[in-house]
């Protein structure tokens, strides 16, 4: 499975993709903005993305409704420091298929993910 990680965060990032590879995950790439992540997606084409939602140029919401209606088929995990119901609210509009809280441990991250390859549709609040 391979997995795009996008946070303008590089500790966030590093954070994750540490996290998957140590799972057996491949990440494809990192994007540190939500117009670098539509980028990138197009390029690789990635199975998921952990996306971010306060992003400069283009905010994760924007970024995965432009992705999805190029490729519907990936599985967009949204994140965000802000736990808040209208934020889930916003991420289920934009296409996000789960919703997760930072800060997060590595092991909710990996549990996130393999849920989120054996789902359908739905939004799962983690």
Not at 3 to 25: H, M, N, P, W, Y
Not at 58 to 84: C, H, M, Q, R, Y
Not at 91 to 113: N, S, T
Request: aromatic content about 8%; some cysteine; glycine content about 8%.
């Amino acid at each position: 499975m391979n997995i795009l990680i996008v946070d303008d965060s590089s500790f966030i990032t590093l954070f994750c993709r540490q996290a998957l590879e140590k799972s057996g995950f491949q990440v494809i790439g990192e994007a540190y903005d939500g117009e670098e992540a539509v980028g990138l997606a197009i390029k690789y084409s990635p199975d998921v993305i952990i996306m971010d939602i306060a992003l400069p140029k283009k905010n994760g919401f924007e970024a995965t409704k432009e992705i999805l209606e190029v490729l519907p088929e990936i599985k967009v995990l949204a994140i965000s420091a802000l736990d808040e119901d209208w934020i889930r609210e916003k991420a289920l509009q934009a296409g996000c298929f789960d919703f997760m809280a930072k800060p997060f441990e590595a092991v909710q991250l990996i549990h996130q993910i393999e849920n989120l390859v054996e789902k359908r549709g739905g939004l799962k609040y983690g």
